[in-house]
């Protein structure tokens, strides 16, 4: 969870602290510690709108009650963002918006880079996925370019240090440079915005320009940025920015950023769902009625008719009705629940799979190895890190995950290259569901659902490999064999099939150099997957 203070003055702006407010906001889902000066308030992960101290009041008073009235509305402009396919193995992504007669102080400024401080190291995962600049509109000549240059050609002052010097230098000497210099490791081009004028706004996701990218108390229009590797993430991070200078009075305009033949823009338009009475009450155990949700969806900033619900622009949360439910509990009161004791007499026992699952780990920790929990969802273009002969795809992601994961492999990958600046070695191992097509139908969802076992070792070969999965078979009294096979992904020769009572239920092997690059891993790694499913029989039995 995000920790965020708010001085107690400028809450008050908006409403009178007592105890029975700060009661309400614990009630809220975000628990309060109250000091003489500060309000420090706990944010969970999926509500980057409540970072800042005018979403945070948004939502907070319309809980109270107190709707709100603002009008959220964009108007398109005449100024362009163009992309150049030099960023496309870098950052590949930008978007952005202009807002205009904002009433900037001292405490706004503040406030701004609080909240973006939060939206780097959350949302933006440290500036890795996301980054973000505000800068002085009337200092910028469109359209602006967002490409990538040789760090000796990328000369410019960076903020707060009134000093021209070329990228390499500001990696070197300037204090952010220096903190995110990593984030650049290895690529010969640095991303560099520049405007019509040939002047820099920024190199992301390091630092802006002393000349256009630092706001002060008598700005009144700004231009904001916004760079990464995800584009969905990238709108929903503008809309936040905009949505919260709106709230201040501003007016807020688009920004289209054309990207080849296509163009994206933020629209601020709300989002509807469908929601079941019925599966409200079944998954909240309460008998609501229609009027309870008309009642209580405006508290958590919905707009309700007859089973639709109108999700506001801010709320980039929303993924799926269930989210919906989750609010009404909280507009409800969790302390209006009531707790029960089944009536179905039954005696507890622990699943069989979940024990020899428990045993597994018990094993792997044994060894020093880490246990990771990645997501169910795969991204597109994770799909060519492993063989997939068919994609299993989520109908309207509203994520850049889209497709059930067919193997442990790729989100071992992603956790490798997310972590390929952090201390040696990583050795870790996850026990979880893969997914593949039912061409058996035996099941309702055409979904077949196994358990498997990964266990990554970086930097590692096969021997060492073989070691741990040999003691881990000997610990479970298991006899296996390993044969010889070709895999895509890993080295031929250094390969091999791992076989129970003549049963292939896995492989092990070293990653291919191929591999290894695409992934932007610099030790070897060698990996051991296996299907759990015939060790559960084997040991059940």
Known sequence: ??????????????IKLDSSIIEKMNMFGTPVEKSEEELEIE???????LLSLPGFMRSFLMFLGKPNKTEYKIKKSDCKIIVNEAVKKIRPYSMAAIVKSVAFTDEKIKEIMQWQEKIHATYGRNRKKMAMGFYLLDKIKFPVTYTAKSPKDIVFEPLDMPEKMNALKILQRHPTGREY??????????????????????????????????????????????????????????????????DAGGKA????????????AITLETEQIKISLEDVNKLLGLQLKESDLTRLLPKMGY???KGKVKIPCWRTDILHPVDIT?????????????????????????????????????????????ETSSYHLI???????????????????????KILRPNLLIPSLRILSENKDNEYPQRFFEL?????????????????????????????????????????????????????????????????SINLKGKQIGYLGELHPETLRNCGIKYPVSVIEISLEEIFNLIKN
Do not use: W
């Open 1 to 14: 969870m995000a920790k965020i203070r708010f001085e107690i003055k400028e809450i008050e702006k908006y």
């Open 43 to 49: 944010v969970f992960p999926n509500r980057p709108d």
């Open 181 to 246: 210099a990593y984030q650049l490791e290895g690529f010969d081009k640095y991303p560099v915005y520049y405007d019509s004028n040939n002047e820099v706004l920024s190199m992301p996701p390091i630092i802006n320009s002393n000349n256009s990218g630092k706001i002060l108390p008598n700005t009144k229009d700004v231009f904001i940025e916004c760079s990464g590797s995800d584009l969905e993430t990238l709108k929903k991070v503008i809309t936040l920015a905009v949505v919260d200078l709106i």
């Open 253 to 264: 305009y688009s920004v289209d950023v054309v990207y080849g033949n296509k163009k994206e």
């Open 303 to 305: 707009e309700y008719s």
């Open 326 to 370: 989750e609010d009404i509990a909280i507009a409800y009161g969790y302390d209006k629940f009531i707790p029960q004791i089944p009536s179905v007499a039954s005696i507890g026992s622990e699943d069989k799979q979940s024990k020899i699952k428990s045993r597994i780990a018990e094993i792997l920790i044994g060894l020093g190895l880490l």
């Open 379 to 401: 991204k597109q273009e994770e799909v060519a890190l492993s063989e997939i002969k068919e994609k299993l795809e989520v109908s309207d992601s509203k994520t850049e995950y």
């Open 432 to 496: 979880g569901t893969v997914f593949s097509p039912d061409k058996q139908n035996k099941s309702e969802s055409g979904v077949l659902e196994q358990q498997n076992l990964i266990i990554a070792l970086c930097p590692s070969n096969f021997t060492e490999a073989k070691q741990i999965l040999d003691y881990l078979f000997k610990m479970l009294s298991l006899d296996h064999e390993i044969k010889d096979i070709a895999k895509t992904e890993l080295i031929e020769g250094r390969t091999g």
